[in-house]
């Protein structure tokens, strides 16, 4: 059964950072991609950072090119999301995914099949 638990988030000062960690478990790490997304409330759920898993290859949104990056530790079958620069319009709870192995990785939700919990992330001004 694949899980994936998220954890990192808290409440930060505009310019702060955060990482956010997800673990993983249930499947092969390395065979997927896998993806950060965030909702706000009162907005639909958007991607932020996907890292395909077998080779690394990352993209991100718009929005976070250059503060954030995505990376995976393939030992602790984890991927994690280091926020740099945070501005309050990066509040919201952000969600770790997974897609079906040998899928690469998409900017939408609807295709991504695993999700955790999700992790409260606060930025105040």
């Known amino acids: 059964q694949v899980q994936l638990v998220e954890s990192g988030g808290g409440s930060v000062q505009a310019g702060g950072s955060l990482r956010l960690s997800c673990a993983a478990s249930g499947y092969t790490f390395n065979t997927v991609c896998m993806g950060w997304f965030r909702q706000a409330p009162g907005k639909e759920r958007e991607v932020v950072a996907t890292?395909?898993?077998?080779?690394?290859?990352?993209q991100y949104a718009d929005s976070v090119k250059g503060r954030f990056t995505i990376s995976q530790d393939n030992a602790k079958n984890t991927v994690y999301l280091e926020m740099n620069s945070l501005k309050p319009e990066d509040t919201a709870m952000y969600y770790c995914?997974?897609?079906?192995?040998?899928?690469?990785?998409?900017?939408?939700?609807?295709?991504?099949?695993?999700w955790g919990q999700g992790t409260q992330v606060t930025v105040s001004s």
């Open positions: 890292i395909y898993t077998r080779n690394g290859l990352t």
């Open positions: 995914a997974a897609k079906s192995p040998g899928y690469f990785c998409t900017l939408v939700a609807g295709h991504y099949v695993y």
